[in-house]
């Protein structure tokens, strides 16, 4: 006679077996991972090797997995005294910072209420968030919003202060909150005596870190890549984020080039100027920085991208 006890070890195992992949299948999923990788990894190695090979090498035998002239000249152009890669990296990265803490603390107070169904005014907020996705006032109101109105232009909130704040991460997190924060948990520090801010700070934040850390993630990248702002609203070149300042050092490498011909003694130096390899190089400088960044964000990334999904 078969026991209660032997049927659900049979029950245990067979749940195991059929999610055990087989050795074949194990071997197969393998190699298309490490495909993968290869097939991200390889574009990057060779932007890495192309911004140490010399100009003349890099034009003469093209791209490849090993520099044929290694050389430093792109990044010693790069960071050259009197260059103001120095002071653009210094504005991008206290841009970035200050920005992504204002989306974070933005988004999450405003989705906080709205998540809560004892709120009375969740559904006009919620509808004025999701308004604004649909509808937007355009370039010329938006240019003389932050010039007149908020007064940032040519100054270093321009870089930050129009994308601190997102109606779509609003979204995504009013559906982290209401997802992932039972209503019992807070009813039950209401019990206990717990206002409004330490519920929120000390047991809502917490649950909520992985949706926190997605938005501070993509705020990040999105501020560290933004052009249009500086193009639009900083005339100054000491308020110029790396992305713009990369723009114009290329345009003005170009120029030079173009003109060398008509520059007479110095057309040998400028003809010398680094052009492609100051490219890569310029790519590996924008990107390093995001690249050291997704470890530290890698915990919550993949849970955090699940916001709203259906739970078996």
């Known amino acids: ?63 490849g997995f090993w520099p044929q002239e290694f050389s430093l000249r792109a990044y010693t152009f790069l960071f050259s005294k009197g260059s103001i890669i120095g ?24 989705a906080y ?63 982290f909150y209401k997802s992932n924060v039972p209503d019992s948990i807070i009813e039950s520090a209401r019990i206990d005596g717990a206002g409004e801010w330490r519920t929120l700070l000390q047991i809502v934040l917490p649950l909520a870190t992985p949706g926190l850390a997605t938005v501070a993630l993509f705020a990040a990248i999105g501020i560290w890549n933004n052009f249009f702002n500086c193009l639009l609203l900083v005339d100054e070149a000491k308020y110029y984020n790396l992305q713009f300042t990369i723009y114009q050092t290329l345009n003005s490498i170009r120029f030079l080039k173009e003109m060398a011909s008509q520059v007479g003694s110095l057309a040998a130096q400028i003809a010398d100027l680094p052009s492609e390899t100051f490219r890569m190089a310029m790519a590996m400088v924008t990107m390093g920085p995001i690249i050291l960044a997704y470890p530290f964000f890698q915990k919550y990334f993949v849970k955090g991208l699940t916001i709203g999904a259906v739970k078996g």
Do not use: H
């Open 1 to 63: 006679m078969t026991s209660k006890a032997d049927i659900k070890v049979k029950v245990v195992k067979k749940n195991k077996d059929m999610n055990q992949l087989s050795a074949g299948a194990n071997v197969v999923l393998n190699i298309i991972f490490i495909l993968a990788v290869i097939i991200v990894v390889a574009p990057i190695w060779v932007i890495i090797m192309a911004s140490i090979t010399s100009e003349s090498a890099l034009l003469t035998y093209g791209y």
């Open 87 to 110: 002071t653009a990296y210094k504005n991008t990265i206290i841009a970035t910072v200050a920005g992504t803490i204002l989306c974070v603390c933005s988004v999450g107070l405003y």
């Open 113 to 175: 209420p709205i998540s809560r169904s004892d709120f009375r005014w969740r559904g006009l907020f919620t509808f004025i968030s999701f308004f604004t996705m649909l509808f937007t006032a355009g370039t010329v109101p938006f240019f003389v919003t932050c010039r007149q109105i908020l007064g940032i232009g040519n100054s270093i909130f321009a870089l930050f202060l129009p994308l601190s704040f997102s109606a779509y991460w609003v979204i995504i997190m009013r559906t």
